[in-house]
């Protein structure tokens, strides 16, 4: 699996929009990029994922570089909940497995 | 949403102990169930992949006869960890996944077992 480098960790303030960087320059053509978090003492959470154009839910959006080796996950609005461990991961479209990095812990001050 | 259900929470016994963990897949069917365990401060790391039916796939290192997995359905994946120690005290989590391709993952809200 192609990895990815996240920042260890990272503080924002609440209601402010935070970016959270993830780079990826061995990811392969097939690789789609996939954002979980975890808030603690509980299991991982699906955000967010993409292929090649930018993606938006109710969650988040997905910046994807235009040559897919790096991408940025956005909160519009960070809250006190949205602090969590959050990891950027790269899976094959008919990959099963997710194989988790060290993540970026987001600390938001209120 | 898609909901796993993972049974128990948390449990505590005495070294030796074998101890069953449940994972379901509540509303939706899953060929595919994913185990991981978590020491404090570090992230997930993947054990096994669980496949209905049929022999689950052990990650390097994991000892399949240390951690026993059985998906006799397709809602359904148990870990036993076999004759615990405190050694195998941690956070044991498990996802699974809709078919499909390029489905997301959804991942129970762990168990935590504490080997006295």
Known sequence: DAKTTQPNSMESNEEEPVHLPCNHSTISGTDYIHWYRQLPSQGPEYVIHGLTS???????SLAIAEDRKSSTLILHRATLR???????????????????GAGTILRVKS | GAVVSQH?????CKS??????????LDFQATTMFWYRQF?????????TSNEGSKATYEQGVEKDKFLINHASL????????????EDSSF????????????PQHFGDGTRLSIL
């Open chain 2, 92 to 103: 044991y989590i498990c996802s699974a996944r809709d078919r499909g391709a390029n489905q």
């Open chain 1, 82 to 100: 949205d602090a969590a461990v959050y990891y950027c991961i790269l899976r094959d479209r008919y990959g099963n497995k997710l194989v988790f």
């Open chain 2, 8 to 12: 128990p929470s948390w449990v505590i």
């Open chain 2, 40 to 48: 404090p401060k570090q992230s997930l790391m993947l054990m096994a």
């Open chain 1, 54 to 60: 930018n993606v938006n839910n109710r969650m988040a």
């Open chain 2, 75 to 86: 809602t359904l994946s148990t870990l036993t960890v076999t004759s615990a120690h405190p």
């Open chain 2, 16 to 25: 030796g102990t074998s101890v069953k963990i449940e994972c379901r897949s």
